[in-house]
């Protein structure tokens, strides 16, 4: 790493932008343990998307598309 004293202001910010990156990686790894041993797989799996009520529908014919 050079010396402090040469370094320009891109430098500086190149250096800032990479140790940000490094600790947005360690915290979503962190983040990441974290929920897997708080959660179990199944939980985590779960989805209700694409459950759609067939009653909600309002207007069947529009459901495809037009014909």
């Known amino acids: 790493m050079p010396d402090i004293s040469t370094l320009n202001n891109?430098?500086?910010?190149?250096?800032g932008?990479?140790?940000l990156s490094l600790l947005l990686?360690?915290?979503m790894l962190f983040d990441t343990l974290k929920t897997n041993m708080t959660y179990s797989?199944?939980?985590l799996t779960s989805s209700r998307e694409g459950e759609i009520d067939d009653a909600l529908v309002i207007d069947p014919p529009h459901q495809g598309?037009?014909?």
Not at 10 to 15: A, G, S, V
Request: glycine share 16%; aromatic share 22%; charged share 20%.
């Open 10 to 15: 891109y430098q500086l910010i190149e250096y």
């Open 17 to 19: 932008a990479w140790g």
């Open 25 to 27: 990686g360690l915290w």
């Open 41 to 43: 797989e199944d939980l």
């Open 65 to 67: 598309g037009h014909r």
